[in-house]
């Protein structure tokens, strides 16, 4: 107990503690191939192993930052992308974004070029 202006204050109540182990975020990348690519790129995710079970998503936008697909890779860790939109139209020729999701948290972006 700790006594402020006389105000008595309980020092030893705690509400609660949640432990969460932190992931090393320099074990986790994601790089594709080719790059540049004309129809399909192939990408390789690299992660610690306590974070292989969790959903993973790779997230594709235009050079608008608009999500134009995503490729959800909960079991694999690896995927491609054959160069085509939600809707399996191709898109045109350009600059891509793409971003790793693990469980809910953004850890890698990365860069492509589509040439057709």
Not at 19 to 30: P, Y
Request: proline fraction near 4%; avoid cysteine.
């Amino acid at each position: 107990s700790l006594y402020i202006n006389d105000i008595h204050i309980l020092t030893d109540f705690i509400v609660g503690v949640e432990e969460k182990q932190i992931e090393n975020t320099s074990l986790i990348s994601i790089t594709n191939y080719p790059n540049p690519f004309n129809s399909t790129t192939n990408f390789i995710i690299t992660i610690p192993n306590e974070l292989k079970s969790k959903p993973k998503e790779i997230n594709i936008y235009n050079s608008t930052g608009e999500k134009i697909f995503s490729i959800n890779s909960s079991e694999k860790l690896t995927a491609s992308w054959d160069g085509k939109d939600m809707l399996e139209k191709p898109v045109s020729s350009g600059i891509y974004y793409y971003q790793l999701v693990i469980g809910g948290t953004t850890h890698n972006t990365g860069k492509m070029i589509l040439l057709k």
